[in-house]
């Protein structure tokens, strides 16, 4: 058992990449947080997180993740995209289903809620951010209920614009903002990527590090086109990011990471960045790059 780890651990850290479901529990990383400064802004922390994070079912252009929930918050993922769905508009359940075919994937926003709470009671130095975007038909109607639900859990979920240190949110969920709701902590996507390409990294990274000190979460996705499997895109993605995590050991400023089909190595790998070192952006040529502008609107 041990050899066969050790090999399965080799071949999947450079790659990345992971599309077994097994997770042996000498991987777990459940209390990570717990060395970081209470004072710390939450944006300046690298996160792992997962895209379309519980897309597990469907067949190979829908399913993007081969851990479950629980499995996922034990790796270290503290990072979740969900797409929201209900199927009338007098619906009470808030369905979680893929953002482009709206396969049910047999879980609700209720229940996991539920289920991270469970977990961060029982791990009180973690918090975990959540974005939840409304897709679907009646896409006005899930945001109204999905404000509803977060109301029920008000004193569990940061909800608020402005980016909490980790002594504010330890224990909690961080609601993340998006163009259904004015409320919920500000994030910018990242242009890190290029045609899903990485390009320019640590020229971005001078300019957008200043703003991971308080200012807004940072964060790096590759969304999967309608008709290109995930796991296909994810093998390229996650190579290029492992790459770059591993030469930028111990230098943090990469925010949260988004990623299908993660590897328990790499989400290691970003933990072990460490946190962002706040200052100013540095001068390049005759003026100030600007920094990332608001996010761009997913298709729906």
């Known amino acids: 058992m041990e050899i066969h780890l050790f090999l399965w651990i080799f071949s999947a850290a450079g790659s990345g990449?992971?599309?077994?479901?097994?997770?042996?529990?000498?991987?777990?990383?459940?209390?990570?947080?717990g060395s970081i400064p209470d004072e710390t802004f939450i944006s300046a922390i690298p996160i792992p997180g997962t895209q379309e994070s519980l897309s597990l079912t469907g067949g190979p252009l829908v399913v993007s993740q081969v851990w479950s929930l629980e499995k996922q918050l034990r790796v270290g993922v503290r990072y979740f995209d969900l797409r929201a769905w209900i199927w009338l508009s007098s619906s009470t359940d808030i369905?979680?289903?893929?953002?482009?075919?709206?396969?049910?994937?047999?879980?609700?926003?209720?229940?996991v809620f539920r289920e991270v709470l469970g977990f961060l009671d029982a791990h009180r130095s973690e918090a975990v951010l959540m974005k939840v975007t409304p897709s679907g038909l009646f896409q006005d109607?899930?945001?109204?209920?999905?404000?509803?639900?977060?109301?029920?859990f008000e004193s569990r979920i940061w909800?608020?614009?402005?980016?909490?240190?980790?002594?504010?949110?330890?224990?909690?969920?961080?609601?993340?903002?998006?163009?259904?709701?004015?409320?919920?902590?500000?994030?910018?996507?990242?242009?890190?990527?290029?045609?899903?390409?990485l390009t320019d990294v640590e020229y971005k990274i001078k300019h957008v590090r200043w703003h991971l000190c308080g200012h807004y979460i940072l964060l790096t996705e590759t969304a999967s086109p309608l008709y290109r499997s995930?796991?296909?895109?994810?093998?390229?993605?996650?190579?290029?990011?492992?790459?770059?995590v591993r030469s930028r050991r111990r230098s943090g400023c990469l925010g949260v990471l988004s990623l299908a089909f993660p590897s328990a190595a790499l989400i290691r790998d970003i933990i072990g960045l460490g946190v962002c070192g706040c200052g100013p952006p540095e001068p390049s040529g005759p003026g100030p790059e600007p920094p990332p502008g608001p996010e761009t609107p997913e298709p729906e």
């Open 230 to 244: 995930p796991k296909t895109l994810a093998r390229s993605v996650n190579q290029q990011l492992s790459h770059l």
């Open 17 to 33: 990449f992971n599309d077994k479901s097994d997770l042996d529990p000498s991987l777990y990383n459940q209390d990570w947080m």
């Open 95 to 111: 369905d979680i289903r893929n953002g482009n075919w709206g396969i049910p994937q047999g879980a609700t926003l209720a229940s």
């Open 159 to 197: 909800a608020k614009v402005s980016v909490p240190t980790l002594k504010q949110v330890r224990g909690k969920i961080v609601f993340l903002q998006n163009k259904h709701f004015t409320w919920g902590t500000e994030n910018h996507k990242s242009k890190f990527f290029e045609s899903n390409k």
């Open 141 to 152: 109607s899930v945001a109204q209920k999905v404000k509803k639900l977060v109301e029920k």
